[in-house]
């Protein structure tokens, strides 16, 4: 039997080298670039990144590909308009093209005519890798139906994808259930995850080890159960927005939708004792979207001042939504007695017209990258939003020109190395958002950003639904979606509600903000960065 597998592999040995495709001798040169979907043109990579497989968008009969790193080194020459890269192949010449450049040259013949080169597309190769796995939810933006949703995960350095949360296995008949919002810890180094159930079999689904349970986060003194997350980075606690939220449908505009905060506060839960504790309880003001420094000794998070002159605030915002300015503040958080410290300014939108919301501090605690559009809170909605970070040594903020788009880009993410960034944008069509990342160097520069590679080159134009919060991962989740569908279906424990976790609980009730600290009335904004959308 040993014999026979010898015999069989030279056999095809001559065939295989026969069938790879050579380089036309003789073209003629294009002054421009390919036309590709997607489009990797001047991206900077990962080097242990999935495969760059693309459509060539230009009108002919044959095509030839070549990859290479430089004319000594190795090389793949692949034939046909739809390029599907070997994996091994991209392995290899990525393990070459490490802190080097990667070259493509296509060319392009009509039937029976000369042969074209375009230009070569230079991709420069970044010595860090990045996180190989990310999850996300895939989500159908119909409006009135949100069954049909699941949290995947990818391995970004293959094309390997698996459904960690199907929310129609938790959908009987009319009784509909939403599952959403999950988060990792630490970049799951830790195991912890968290997701929310609506409506049937709600409550919020804590994982640790591949166990899962279900808590109720909802008390009597709070104004919802957790909505958005923030795992501290080590300890076992989680900072939410609890938020009541409300949808005010356009006719006219082609934004479609206005996702609403008629009202928010911001709460610890300790997920080891079961307790609650309050962090951000003032009347009119809508705090949301909670994250921690790395280091733990932060909590961020984002927060607009409305002042009704009614009492029906939701008919109120319903007309005035567009005057919701969020602006980024933090509270210094000691762990030793689990207590929050005054409120700090980090960024006044307001002051430049704008809204601020999402911040995400980088791994090494040197910057901040926040979302802003023209108003309110929820701009995966808003054409006008684009990322920004702040250097949060000098108070800088500035756009992400080399990353942002004429569309919305909006929820982002951190790599744990803190060299990648993972946001999702609607800049193929205006209407779906895909996933896109961006290298952030060590100067604190961003590169072009690229579409997530995937095996079929078109099903960002074929995919009729949104990726959704996506985050990086260092290692999978260890529950399955069996695990979780079974898990979700027991009764939730009741968290308790333990009061204030500030460390003076009468800031909460005055409402001053006299003595907090402004960055960026120390270092202001730029004035390049005072852009208009």
């Not at 460390?503 to 005055?510: A, D």
Request: hydrophobic share 35%.
């Amino acid at each position: 039997m040993r014999h026979l597998k010898s015999i069989i592999y030279i056999c095809l040995l001559p065939l295989a080298v026969a069938c790879t495709p050579s380089v036309p001798k003789h073209a003629q040169r294009v002054g421009r670039n390919v036309s590709t979907t997607p489009c990797y043109d001047d991206a900077t990579l990962p080097p242990n990144i999935a495969p760059l497989n693309f459509m060539v968008d230009e009108e002919g009969t044959d095509f030839v590909t070549r990859l290479y790193v430089n004319g000594n080194g190795g090389e793949l020459v692949l034939r046909g308009q739809t390029v599907s890269i070997p994996a091994r192949g991209w392995k290899r010449l990525m393990e070459e093209a490490k802190g080097d450049t990667l070259r493509t040259d296509i060319y392009m013949r009509q039937k029976g005519g000369e042969w074209k080169l375009f230009r070569t597309r230079l991709n420069p190769v970044a010595m860090e890798e990045v996180d190989p796995y990310i999850a996300y939810r895939l989500i159908e933006p119909s409006y009135v139906s949100y069954e049909h949703i699941q949290i995947c995960l990818r391995d970004v350095t293959s094309f390997k994808e698996k459904v960690l949360v199907d929310n129609m296995m938790l959908t009987e008949g009319e009784n509909g259930a939403c599952v959403n919002c999950h988060s990792f810890q630490d970049y799951n180094r830790t195991g912890r995850f968290q997701a929310h159930i609506r409506q049937n079999y709600g409550g919020t689904m804590l994982g640790e080890g591949g166990m899962l349970r279900k808590v109720n986060l909802k008390t009597d003194q709070t104004l919802s159960a957790g909505v958005y997350p923030a795992w501290h980075p080590r300890l076992n606690l989680i900072a939410y927005s609890v938020n009541e939220t409300g949808q005010v449908f356009h006719t006219r505009d082609t934004q479609k939708i206005e996702v609403l905060d008629f009202a928010s506060d911001l709460i610890l839960f300790d997920v080891d004792r079961g307790d609650v504790y309050d962090i951000d309880k003032r009347k009119n003001e809508l705090e949301t979207f909670p994250a921690w420094s790395p280091d733990g000794q932060w909590l961020y998070f984002a927060s607009a001042r409305y002042e009704p002159t009614t009492s029906n605030i939701d008919a109120e915002l319903d007309e005035n939504y567009k005057q919701l300015k969020y602006n980024i503040f933090r509270r210094p958080f000691d762990e030793q007695t689990m207590k929050f410290g005054a409120k700090d300014t980090v960024f006044l939108a307001s002051a430049l017209g704008k809204s601020a919301v999402l911040p995400r501090v980088s791994p090494d605690g040197q910057w901040l990258l926040f979302s802003m559009g023209d108003y309110g809170n929820f701009h995966i909605w808003h054409k006008s939003a684009d990322l920004w970070v702040m250097n949060l040594q000098s108070g800088e903020a500035r756009p992400l020109t080399e990353a942002n788009s004429p569309e919305t880009d909006s929820y982002h993410s951190w790599s744990s190395n803190g060299r990648w960034i993972l946001f999702s944008s609607r800049r193929n069509d205006g209407n779906y958002t895909r996933l896109y990342m961006a290298y952030f160097d060590s100067k604190g520069q961003v590169h072009k950003a690229f579409e997530l590679p995937q095996k079929d080159p078109l099903s960002g134009q074929r995919l009729l639904k949104s990726y959704n919060v996506p985050e990086w991962l260092v290692e999978p989740p260890e529950f399955s979606r069996n695990d979780f569908t079974s898990s979700a279906r027991h009764k939730a424990l009741q968290a308790n509600y333990k009061g204030s976790a500030l460390l003076s609980p009468e800031e909460e009730e005055t409402g001053d903000e006299g003595n907090a600290t402004n960055l960026t009335d120390k270092f202001p904004a730029p004035q390049s960065s005072r852009i208009d959308y």
